[in-house]
């Protein structure tokens, strides 16, 4: 039987969804999955016997963040966990890590899973398995009265002051797209760095950049929150392959496909639509979990 009804561990929850006190908008919660029940290993071996022990890496909203306590995680992921160990008929445990440090915690067994935004790729496929939760998306915003309507292709950059982040998958790509723009005699791209989201902002607000391209989730949830820029393309992180963020678990030990069911019973009844609403992350649903798809490949 599927997952019931989504249900609300809190009385209310912000129109907006962005109310980060530890109290609201509150876990969200289902009821347990006796199909990805029955599909666990019978002697998977638990950290906790009745605990589902889930590695996370806070990162920024609407993915996972601190609520306004400073110690409760709130987020995207850390929802997602709360239901996938509801799912399992499982209490939920969250063990804080840093981004360098969950492969190894979750090869030693320090945690059962990791669900933290991990991309699937083939090498990391080589280690361990993967149960897919989202799409993996980039996105390209302005400010709201910017005279930029859409950015799909390379083309539709040339010219344009750019703020991006150094070392990530979207400096890759666009420094890709404006090669191929340049190779074509069309203008070249200025690219901007800044290590503050705020001077981004600014940058973007007092016409010093065009746009910025960055993770969609956060420029998402920054323009549902702020209300002062608007999105006009997004593409996925992998370009040009497509790309799909994954609960992660140990190579074999046969948790990926119960994730798989517990996701794609969440997918069909509605709770995983609720929850991608919930954190404005709608451009990003799946429309059928995959365990082990096709990752990107090594670079």
Same mark, same amino acid.
């Given at each position: ?71 409760? &995680?709130?987020?995207? /992921?850390? $929802?997602?966990?709360?239901? #996938? @160990?509801?799912?399992? +008929? =499982? ?99 200025? &690219?901007?760095?800044? /290590?503050? $989201?705020?001077?981004?902002? #600014? @940058?973007?607000?007092? +016409? =010093? ?91």
């Amino acid at each position: 039987m599927m997952g019931a009804a989504l249900i609300f561990s809190s009385a209310s929850f912000a129109a907006t969804g962005f109310d980060l006190s530890p109290e609201q908008p509150g876990r969200l919660h289902t009821a347990p999955d006796s199909n990805a029940i029955k599909a666990l290993p019978a002697n998977f071996p638990f950290i906790k016997s009745d605990t589902l022990t889930v590695g996370l890496v806070v990162a920024h909203p609407p993915i996972s963040t601190y609520a306004t306590d400073a110690k409760t &995680v709130v987020g995207f /992921d850390p $929802d997602l966990a709360q239901l #996938v @160990a509801d799912s399992l +008929g =499982r209490k939920l445990n969250l063990v804080i890590l840093a981004w360098p440090d969950w492969p190894l915690a979750l090869a030693s067994g320090k945690v059962d899973v990791v669900i933290s935004n991990v991309t699937v790729t083939e090498e990391r496929k080589a280690k361990f398995d993967f149960s897919t939760y989202r799409r993996d998306l980039v996105g390209f915003y302005v400010k709201n009265d910017s005279p930029i309507k859409s950015i799909k292709e390379p083309k539709d950059i040339a010219g344009l002051r750019v703020i991006t982040d150094a070392g990530t998958n979207q400096e890759k790509i666009l420094l890709e797209w404006d090669k191929e723009n340049v190779a074509h005699g069309l203008k070249p791209i200025s &690219v901007q760095y800044y /290590d503050d $989201d705020a001077v981004k902002a #600014v @940058a973007l607000q007092s +016409g =010093r950049a065009d746009a910025i391209f960055s993770v969609n989730a956060a420029l998402a949830y920054e323009a549902a929150r702020q209300g002062k820029t608007r999105a006009v393309g997004a593409i996925s992180g992998g370009w040009p392959r497509t790309a799909e963020l994954a609960v992660t678990s140990r190579k074999g030990s046969g948790l990926a496909d119960p994730l798989t069911v517990a996701l794609n019973d969440l997918i069909r009844n509605g709770t995983y639509l609720s929850l991608l609403q919930r954190w404005k992350l709608d451009s990003e649903a799946i429309d059928k979990a995959a365990t082990n798809p096709p990752g990107l490949p090594k670079t």
